[in-house]
């Protein structure tokens, strides 16, 4: 390796190093980040190979890691899946960790939760657009449609 490509490489390392600092990161989303810097190919391949080597980089940990915490915003499985999807990870690794997850991970408890704060929230208005409103809320977390419509149909009897 000659003195220019060595410095490319340590300049990469310390840029992944920085990245890391801050969080963990999947390997693709490392690999755009390098990219956005200009290195090469080959330098950002031997600093991905480096860091997986040194286990600064696995995949299956920050899937578990991420997962974790979004599960405590909280966030439904389906947003997390696609955040996962545009993180690089392997769809396999993706469905392991989630269905890891839904052993103890009851989405129709969150939902009701928070489906009960908002219509609390949403006290003075009209039952259809307050039903409308939180149905939005809990899709855009990512929760899914059928939960959702469930729990709303149940709590709408009682608050309305």
Do not use: H
């Not at 969080?23 to 991905?48: A, G, M, N, P, Y």
């Not at 899937?63 to 599960?71: L, Q």
Request: glycine fraction near 4%; charged fraction near 40%; aromatic fraction near 10%.
């Amino acid at each position: 390796m000659n003195k220019k490509n060595a410095d490319s490489l340590e300049k990469a390392k310390g840029y992944a190093f920085l990245l890391l600092k801050f969080r963990q990161r999947s390997e693709k989303e490392l690999e755009q980040r390098l990219k956005r810097k200009k290195f090469s190919e080959e330098i950002i391949r031997k600093t991905v190979e480096f860091l997986r080597e040194k286990e600064f980089l696995n995949d299956n940990l920050f899937a578990k890691s991420w997962i974790e915490s979004r599960i405590k915003r909280p966030f439904g499985l389906r947003r997390i899946k696609e955040e996962l999807k545009d993180k690089g990870l392997d769809k396999q690794i993706i469905e392991e960790k989630i269905s890891e997850v839904k052993e103890s991970y009851s989405e129709e408890a969150v939902v009701e939760q928070l489906a009960r704060m908002r219509l609390g929230k949403l006290k003075g208005i009209e039952a259809f657009a307050a039903r409308r409103r939180v149905y939005a809320y809990l899709i855009r977390r990512g929760f899914s449609p059928e939960v959702v419509t469930e729990v709303i149909n149940q709590l709408c009897e009682q608050f309305y």
